[in-house]
């Protein structure tokens, strides 16, 4: 069983800053790829920021320059640090892990390339 624990998120102003963190737990390795997505209301979950197997990291056009994911294996932990937060940065905000050891195949940024997703994390930006 694989499980997924998001935390960290928070109501700031725009501009300021805050670091996502989740915690994986269970059948799941660091070394698979790993994604963070975000879902306003109203809107489709999308693609923030994706760790491929090799380390290759990805970015949504919107929060390139601005957002870093990255992880540490030792405490099984993924981060998303987040800079220079906007209004429109508001959402819920999702773990997902691949599940499998080979490199992703649809699109590190592509949610149906994750078998598994934690509960969520919202961030509120304020302008």
């Known amino acids: 069983q694989v499980q997924l624990v998001e935390s960290g998120g928070d109501s700031v102003q725009a501009g300021r800053s805050l670091r996502l963190s989740c915690v994986a737990s269970?059948?799941?390795?660091?070394?698979?790829?790993f994604g963070w997505f975000r879902q306003a209301p109203g809107k489709e979950r999308e693609g923030v920021a994706g760790?491929?197997?090799?380390?290759?990291?990805t970015y949504a056009d919107s929060v390139q320059g601005r957002f870093t994911i990255s992880k540490d294996s030792a405490k099984n932990t993924l981060y998303l640090q987040m800079n220079e937060l906007k209004p429109e940065d508001t959402a819920m905000y999702y773990c997902?892990?691949?599940?499998?050891?080979?490199?992703?195949?649809?699109?590190?940024?592509?949610?149906?390339?994750?078998?598994?997703w934690g509960q969520g994390t919202q961030v509120t930006v304020s302008s």
């Open positions: 997902a892990a691949a599940g499998h050891a080979g490199s992703v195949t649809l699109g590190i940024l592509k949610a149906h390339e994750y078998a598994y």
């Open positions: 269970g059948n799941i390795y660091m070394s698979h790829a």
């Open positions: 760790l491929d197997t090799d380390g290759t990291a």
